[in-house]
């Protein structure tokens, strides 16, 4: 089974400092995103990646930033963590169209600013 | 403005019972559409792909159907358990672009033994 790991379950951090977000999957899948879930909102993409150094903005990219300089490993990147990013953050990876692909998800970061 | 709606309140039913929850959508024009399982506290989990050309999926004790003229999508788990209580979201394409999902906010089902 393709697994994808998210470095942390839960994270507490202050207003301004600098976060990381890890993700990594094992199964040398081309896509993968970030999402957070917010309760009411559902679901939004932050960011898609389809390569290495490759992005895509999603539709709630202004104040994060990504990285992908391995094929298994996206971060995501708070530049400055604000109180209105805590939320739920998922990694997902897919293998490649998500007309013949699901997505496999992570089990999320829980991420608190304080 | 594109629009998924899956009904926000909880769907309550007895153990053995079919359940149908319900996926509608507004400005899309889907070639295929994929449905989640949720469980609290984690990551969505794939269940069934269904194209246009379709019109029904079945997979054990999931069925799934997708009316392109009524822009919906209804999603049935038939001799329902406890076990199959989660939420449960419907994805399609962001914006026509063909690796990007846009997700409903999800409908949670509850099985009552």
Known sequence: ?????????????RTGEKVF?????????????????????????????YDVKMKEKGDIPEGYSVSREKKERFSLILESAS?????????????GDSSNYGYTFGSGTRLTVV | SQKIEQNSEALNIQEGKTATLTCNYTNYSPAYLQWYRQ?????????????????????????VTFDT????????????????????LCALVHNNAGNMLTFGGGTRLMVKP
């Not at chain 1, 094992?26 to 990646?49: A, K, T, V």
């Not at chain 2, 984690?42 to 069925?63: A, D, Q, S, W, Y």
């Open chain 1, 1 to 13: 089974d393709v697994k994808v790991t998210q470095s942390s379950r839960y994270l507490v951090k």
């Open chain 1, 21 to 49: 977000l890890e993700c990594v999957q094992d199964m040398d899948h081309e896509n993968m995103f970030w999402y957070r879930q917010d309760p009411g909102l559902g679901l939004r993409l932050i960011y898609f990646s």
């Open chain 1, 83 to 95: 109180t209105n990013q805590t939320s739920m953050y998922l990694c997902a990876s897919s293998l």
């Open chain 2, 39 to 63: 469980d609290p506290g984690r990551g969505p989990v794939f269940l069934l792909l269904i194209r246009e050309n379709e019109k029904e999926k079945r997979k054990e004790r999931l069925k």
């Open chain 2, 69 to 88: 003229t009524l822009k919906q999508s209804l999603f049935h788990i038939t001799a329902s358990q406890p076990a199959d209580s989660a939420t449960y």
